[in-house]
Structure formats: structure tokens, C-alpha cells
């Protein structure tokens, strides 16, 4: 799984941190980072909820 994110779209909200914290990091000034862009098989679910529940829908999954 690779995880590839609009950084256009993405305003920092953090959920897809309260989501996958092991994958993604929001800074204090919203600034997203992705920690992990090919995590690990277990994360999958985590990474998927974070997707799901991005308002801008930011984030996107491949494989």
C-alpha cells in the first residue's frame, strides 16, 4: 500500500493523525507530514479510516 496526499486539499485538521498516528503527523501550524508513505500491511485499516474520514478528501491509497 502506498499513500500519496494533495497537500492543495489537505488543511490540517488532524484526523487522519487520531486515526493513524503511526502514519501521519499534524504540526501545531496544520502542517501534515506522512510519517510512513508505504506502511506497514497491519495499518491498513487505520489508513483507510483516515482517508475515509479526511474532510478534504486529501488522502488517497494505492494498492
Known sequence: MR????????QGH????GEA???FEVDDD????VLEEEPAEELREKVLRAK???PTMAITVEG
Open 3 to 10: 499513500i500519496k496526499v494533495d497537500f492543495d486539499l489537505c
Open 14 to 17: 488532524g484526523e487522519c493523525e
Open 21 to 23: 498516528p503511526e502514519v
Open 30 to 33: 496544520g502542517k501534515m507530514t
Open 52 to 54: 475515509k474520514y479526511c
